[in-house]
């Protein structure tokens, strides 16, 4: 079972460049999520997508953008990449308001 | 003031022991909560759901009470593998997902 991939697993940036990261879950799922960890700061919620369609703020939202581009995909973009965006970065799918599964992480890091 | 908060630790016990941790919340409108188990370098996973009358899975005893806003995870008869990072987390109607800080617990021999 493949539950919740996310791509890439590791990725160095330089200040300044964009990237994507992809996510894609084949649960089913109507929510998915994007959090980002730091040391001492637990999951913080970046964007999530409670159905298809719809993409809301989370509590740090600023210097990225989300895209629900179907049910199975969420897709989290840096346009303009800033050392303080080094992170390791979670995605996540739920039913809906019950138990999120999460993927395997990608660990940033903008030099 | 974070939405969920939890003491991060570290709480360091011995094998045997009992320990249980807190975790409080802000939003009323919160409705489901959650204990998750994230070990070094992992992705977090499910440890239980937690509900009004309370709920026990094995070792794990999960209480929440909404008078007061928290969750609380007790955890009996501490083995070496419990050692992780435990993180509260709880949903709203809107399918906002909210974690705290997340506490570390090491158990030590």
């Known amino acids: 079972n493949a539950g919740v991939t996310q791509t890439p697993k590791f990725q160095v940036l330089k200040t300044g460049q964009s990237m994507t990261l992809q996510c894609a879950q084949d649960?089913?799922?109507?929510?998915m999520y994007w959090y980002r960890q730091d040391p001492g700061m637990g999951l913080r919620l970046i964007y999530y997508?409670?159905?298809?369609?719809?993409?809301d703020k989370g509590e740090v939202p600023n210097g990225y953008n989300v895209s629900r581009l179907n049910k199975r995909e969420f897709s989290l973009r840096l346009e303009s990449a800033a050392p303080s965006q080094t992170s390791v970065y979670f995605c996540?799918?739920?039913?809906?308001?019950?138990?999120?599964?999460f993927g395997q992480g990608t660990r940033l890091t903008v030099v | 003031r974070k939405e969920v908060e939890q003491d991060p630790g570290p709480f360091n016990v011995p094998e045997g022991a009992t320990v249980a941790f807190n975790c409080t919340y802000s939003?009323?409108?919160?409705?489901?909560f959650f204990w998750y188990r994230q070990d070094c370098r992992k992705e977090p996973k499910l440890l239980m759901s937690?509900?009004?009358s309370g709920n026990e899975d094995g070792r794990f005893t999960a209480q929440l009470n909404r008078a007061s806003q928290y969750i609380s995870l007790l955890i009996r008869d501490s083995k070496l593998s419990d050692s992780a990072t435990y993180l509260c987390?709880?949903?709203?109607?809107?399918?906002?997902?909210?974690f705290g800080q997340g506490t570390t617990l090491q158990v030590k021999p």
């Open positions: 996540a799918s739920s039913p809906r308001s019950t138990e999120a599964f």
């Open positions: 649960m089913n799922h109507n929510s």
């Open positions: 997508s409670a159905s298809e369609g719809t993409t």
């Open positions: 939003n009323s409108a919160s409705q489901s």
């Open positions: 937690v509900y009004s």
């Open positions: 987390a709880r949903s709203s109607n809107t399918g906002k997902l909210i």
